[in-house]
Nanobody, 126 residues
Framework: QVQLVESGGGLVQPGGSLRLSCVASRFTLDYYAIGWFRQAPGKEREGVSCISSSDGSTYYADSVKGRFTISRDNSQNTVYLQMNSLRPEDTAVYYC???????????????????WGQGTQVTVSS
């Protein structure tokens, strides 16, 4: 069973920044793509960003492109999501998840990610 732990959420003013962390096992980060997803109250879960393990290719949803940056640090067993220029619409619970197929190019589809963390709350409000 794969375990992932998200952290770094909190309350921030519009235009502010947060850095989310997703800690996973070395095995998971070495072999599987890691994705960031979010879900706001009453809304569907949506893909935000992902990074592949094989070539480091990345994906960003149109709504966050240019504002968010995904990265990984294998020495820390961590994938990060740097979020800048935050907007109230970014308010949601953010989850990290691992793909179910080793070395697959990352895709921002929740159904292909089989292991999920507990989530971390991000609230953007004045």
């Amino acid at each position: 069973q794969v375990q992932l732990v998200e952290s770094g959420g909190g309350l921030v003013q519009p235009g502010g920044s947060l850095r989310l962390s997703c800690v996973a096992s070395r095995f998971t980060l070495d072999y599987y793509a890691i994705g960031w997803f979010r879900q706001a109250p009453g809304k569907e879960r949506e893909g935000v960003s992902c990074i592949s393990s094989s070539d480091g290719s990345t994906y960003y949803a149109d709504s966050v492109k240019g504002r968010f940056t995904i990265s990984r640090d294998n020495s820390q067993n961590t994938v990060y999501l740097q979020m800048n220029s935050l907007r109230p619409e970014d308010t949601a619970v953010y989850y990290c998840a691992a793909d179910t197929v080793a070395y697959r190019r990352c895709v921002p589809e929740p159904n292909v990610f089989g292991s999920w963390g507990q989530g971390t709350q991000v609230t953007v409000s004045s």
